[in-house]
């Protein structure tokens, strides 16, 4: 199940939901993962507003979980209002809670994004398994490694030119289950059962954490296109 879903309200409109938790990474002593709250609000509001365009969402508002310390409030909301800024979307509205009455010994974040709008599929006629190339764009990281490796993970700015892209079909942020998992679902969903293992210069079956990578579909024949655009970061699944 992925962390984006659409809902039809009473009325007939269509909501968009994404949302992402968070837990043991942190500034407090039981965390397992050492890093600031900005940096924790930062990758939370990555995965959730990925989801959301990805899946075609347009979002505006956003609910917070903080289960950090209540001071921390507003470095959590300043870093929702620079990533939704950077992404487009500078007016969208942020409301939530905070645990106060209890002390927790490990910190934990929840950001749920919601939207309205249609898949990114809805009126476009979809090529045909063998026309298109699939690439992984990124490179699977967790834990520290999102600290140490930064720079290789996806920018979200080539993030945002990929979902605007013509010839990008799918567009799935990568998840726990790494990224060989979210290739097989999209090879079935074709109505093809895999027959080889894919592989490609980066680890497919590890966690991309924060969804440092993701797994595009495009049109084989704009590879050379897709490959400028995203240069180091552009690698190509092969069976």
């Not at 950090?68 to 509205?93: F, H, M, Q």
């Not at 024949?221 to 995203?230: A, G, N, V, W």
Request: hydrophobic share 35%; proline share 5%; aromatic share 8%.
């Amino acid at each position: 199940m992925r962390n984006f879903q659409y809902a039809d309200t009473p009325a007939g409109q269509k909501i968009a939901i994404s949302s992402d938790f968070a837990a043991g990474i942190g500034e407090k002593e039981g965390d397992k993962v050492k890093c600031s709250y900005d940096m924790l609000a930062s990758m939370t509001m990555r995965v959730v507003f990925m989801e959301m365009l990805s899946g075609g969402g347009s979002p505006f508002a956003v609910t917070i979980a903080n289960g950090c310390y209540e001071n921390t409030w507003g470095t959590i909301e300043k870093e929702v209002a620079r990533t939704s800024t950077a992404l487009g979307y500078p007016d969208i509205v942020v409301t939530g809670s905070t645990e106060s009455n209890i002390e927790l010994q490990e910190s934990s974040l929840g950001i749920t994004v919601i939207g309205e709008g249609n898949s990114r599929m809805a009126g476009r006629e979809r090529p045909s398994i063998d026309h298109l190339g699939f690439a992984v764009i990124g490179e699977p990281l967790s834990g520290d490694d999102v600290l140490e490796l930064s720079d290789h993970m996806v920018p979200l700015h080539m993030f945002k030119v990929l979902v605007e892209h013509d010839h990008v079909w799918d567009i799935v942020p990568g998840g726990s289950k790494g990224i060989a998992y979210d290739w097989q679902r999209l090879i079935e969903r074709e109505g093809t059962v895999p027959e080889d293992i894919p592989f490609s210069t980066v680890n497919l079956y590890v966690s991309c954490g924060p969804s440092s990578a993701i797994l595009i579909s495009y049109d084989k024949h704009k590879e050379d296109e897709i490959y400028q655009l995203c240069g180091s970061h552009f690698h190509p699944i092969q069976t």
